[in-house]
């Protein structure tokens, strides 16, 4: 198949367009992640000479959770998302290289999709951990699917939340990584107000368009805290790079864990129609659709995104086999 210049998704919402929201939509979810002292939490780990960043709490009888973050991204993307997954299980958050806080790779290092599964392997590794349920946004999603296929044995469960992999094995790279590299250099130079923009209510709308349906409806604490920190990082030219160097469509049929796949009806940066190819091509596979949420569901509506992935992580047998969570729809 030919590549293209672009596969838009859903057209981003208007800033009026907040007064139809859902009305959970940007509801803080329970537990509430500002009760937690995440200093405390904060750890590194060297892997491959590299300190990487992350938080590790919780514990239980299930599996533990890895969650891996997208493109500019960190592990506060998860913030609405752990304390109510660490109440029953240990919860593992990272920064991968270059991004958070975690430095960048060696310069002889190759950065790809594929090393970042390892990278994620290699982690799981040296904290002790052996079956896990694995759970990706976006360019996470790329990865984790990526760990489902190179270590088979590792997951247990995979959850792919609008990830990538698909769409972008069809993108032109040149236009996408031009269009990269200006908005990272925005990003860079708009750091020091990065909290006064999460503030108001139309900056926020206007520089969290393409991610969130609602942007203003995004809590302003969870926005700064959660994603204006992780924008300008150095790793992200490198991660866009890898996110179009590669494709792994005819190897997901590799895949042959419960998987879950969960997207955005209204997600502007990866076509919903990428979810019905994950679930074509992985076998043991079911899709749900959130409604009234765009391409980070799992900080847009966290209390209906939580229970659905608790509940999936508790399933025992096949995906495919399951319905749907109450108030969903499995396609748009």
């Not at 997954?85 to 958050?93: G, H, I, K, M, Y």
């Not at 951990?129 to 990526?146: R, T």
């Not at 032109?172 to 990065?194: D, I, K």
């Amino acid at each position: 198949m030919g590549r293209r210049l672009i596969r838009p998704g859903a057209a981003p919402s208007a800033p009026w367009n907040y007064r139809d929201a859902l009305d959970d939509y940007g509801q803080t979810a329970s537990p509430d992640w500002r009760e937690t002292d995440w200093s405390r939490e904060l750890k590194q780990i060297e892997i491959d000479g590299i300190p990487f960043n992350y938080v590790d709490l919780g514990s239980g009888e299930g599996d533990p959770v890895v969650l891996v973050h997208g493109l500019g991204g960190q592990w506060q993307n998860w913030l609405e998302n752990i304390p109510r997954l660490a109440e029953s299980r240990r919860v593992v958050a990272m920064d991968l290289p270059g991004c958070g806080c975690t430095p960048e790779q060696p310069d002889d290092v190759d950065v790809t999709i594929t090393q970042y599964g390892r990278w994620v392997n290699q982690l799981c590794d040296e904290l002790g951990l052996d079956k896990i349920d694995l759970v990706g946004n976006s360019m996470g999603g790329y990865i984790a699917a990526e760990v489902a296929i190179q270590f088979p044995e590792r997951v247990s469960r995979l959850v792919l939340v609008s990830a990538a992999g698909v769409s972008s094995a069809e993108t032109f790279q040149a236009p996408v990584l031009t269009f990269g590299r200006v908005a990272a250099a925005l990003a860079s130079n708009a750091a020091a107000r990065y909290r006064t923009l999460a503030a108001r209510p139309i900056t926020r709308h206007v520089s969290l368009a393409l991610v969130a349906r609602h942007p203003r409806l995004l809590k302003a604490d969870l926005a700064y805290e959660g994603f204006f920190k992780g924008a300008g990082k150095p790793g992200f030219d490198d991660a866009l790079r890898a996110s179009l160097d590669y494709d792994f469509r005819d190897r997901l049929g590799e895949v042959k864990v419960p998987t879950l796949i969960v997207w955005g009806e209204r997600d502007s940066i990866i076509p919903i129609r990428d979810a019905d190819e994950f679930e074509r091509l992985i076998e043991d596979s079911r899709k749900v659709v959130m409604k009234d949420c765009g391409h980070i569901p799992m900080a847009e509506r966290p209390d209906t995104f939580n229970d659905l992935l608790v509940d999936f992580l508790d399933e025992e047998g096949r995906a495919e086999d399951k319905e749907s969570a109450e108030g969903e729809s499995q396609a748009a």
